[in-house]
């Protein structure tokens, strides 16, 4: 059963990690468990695609339903050679009744972390943070015409969920990195969490999808590593030019932002900016 965690300093190995975070409880946002509830007394209304498209703004919820969708697939043993990519084709492998009655009423993450408002102010703005970036990226991908637009969403959507579970957790540590960065606006993320952690936010995070046994698919596109391919270049660019202008335009790695995501759409820069504001 999952279970509540609060760590106060950090594991000792990538394996401790994956399993302390692999057992937490996973709250959503109050506003999704609302709409749950709200779905769940008018159950007959709903379907796949309304009750994913509600999901899909909230990265933790999604992560549930798919973590959910892949278990079940090998509890059942069913056969099926197609994994649950998205909400959606995870809800319709479900069936919305077995949906409603797996996920009963919702913890959320406002009462998880209570009146600690600089742990959800900081969680906040990574879930803001991913919502952008999945726009960016779903505008990416449609914009190449890729036919896996909807899984590179969910996969920019997902690519900093270590990091939610960071501040959900482990709030003191998750502050400290926040503030390390702060002090130091050159100080790349993953200096800052390895002098925290020890670790990778991204290590954990591969780790934890390995074991959920999550799509391949969607395990390999929210990999930043092979930069060469252009499924895991439209996440990379979504997630980094959010992050640049999670505060504003200013950023000074936005210029750079706009020649790389120019290159992989075959535009003008100035054309891609209109396109990210479109976006926005």
Known sequence: MP??????????????????FARAEIPVLAETAE????????EDDVDAHSLGDMISTD?????????????????????MRADAETVTAALVMTGISPFFREFGPQPTMEALLGDNDDALMGLSRVMQRAERASRYA???????????A????????????????????????????????????????VV?????????????????MKRWRLPELLTRITNDEDGRDPQVRCVQLAVRVARHTARGWDDAGVPDDLLEIAQLLN???EHTLKLLREFD
């Open 3 to 20: 279970h509540r965690l609060r760590l106060t300093a950090p594991l000792p190995s990538l394996d401790a990690w994956v399993e302390a």
């Open 35 to 42: 709409a749950l509830e709200h779905m769940r007394a008018t």
């Open 59 to 79: 990265p933790l919820m999604t992560l549930k339903v798919l973590v959910h969708a892949s278990e079940q697939r090998r509890s059942r043993n069913t056969g």
């Open 138 to 148: 779903l505008g990416f991908a449609a914009h190449r015409a890729d036919p896996d």
């Open 150 to 189: 909807a899984v590179i969403h969910s996969a920019a959507l997902l690519h900093d969920f270590a990091e939610m579970l960071l501040w959900l957790h482990a709030p003191a540590l998750a502050l400290q990195i926040a503030q390390l960065q702060e002090a130091d606006r050159h100080l790349r993320s």
């Open 192 to 208: 800052a969490q390895r002098q925290v952690l020890g670790i990778t936010l991204a290590e954990i995070e591969q780790a934890l």
């Open 267 to 269: 535009l003008s820069p």
